[in-house]
């Protein structure tokens, strides 16, 4: 701001011009602080989707690896684990089981409430079968 004098000898004050404008500077500021908070809520729902679609195939696999789990047990518990959280969907279980071993595949899908976005996960867990082994069973005996 400078102090200029007018035809009738009054000092005017001549406003600097870089003095317009200046909540715009404000409003564009605000706006980008929003969006990098929608982005980081965005990457923590994200994150924590990913989470719990790893823990569901864990804890598949450690259902249908103790001596009595199955593969209906491992499909219960990856399903009942994943409806810890409401913004997975199009969920995919998928189990396969041998004699010595249990995998468990899962696959769902991740939304974003505020943009419409989704992001597809996928997770693998597997893990040896628990069985008794009788004293005769064992080597040695």
């Known amino acids: 701001m400078c102090r200029v004098r007018n035809r ?5 004050v001549d406003r600097d011009d870089s003095e317009r404008g200046g909540i715009t500077g404000d409003v564009a500021l605000w706006a980008a602080f ?24 864990q804890d598949g696999a450690r259902a249908g690896a103790v001596e009595w789990g199955d593969a ?10 994943l409806d810890f959280a409401p ?5 995919s279980i998928t189990i396969n089981e041998t004699e010595e071993r249990i995998e468990v595949a899962v696959i769902a899908q991740v939304d ?30």
């Open 34 to 57: 929003g969006l990098l908070l929608l982005a980081c809520f965005n990457g923590a729902l994200l994150y924590r989707g990913k989470q719990v679609i790893s823990a569901a195939a």
């Open 72 to 81: 209906g047990a491992a499909r219960w518990r990856a399903g009942h684990t």
């Open 87 to 91: 913004f997975i969907s199009n969920e």
């Open 8 to 12: 009738s000898g009054r000092t005017a």
């Open 112 to 141: 974003l409430p505020f943009l419409g976005w989704s992001q597809t996960f996928a997770s693998y867990a597997d893990a040896p079968k628990e069985r008794v082994v009788t004293a005769s069973e064992r080597p040695g005996s």
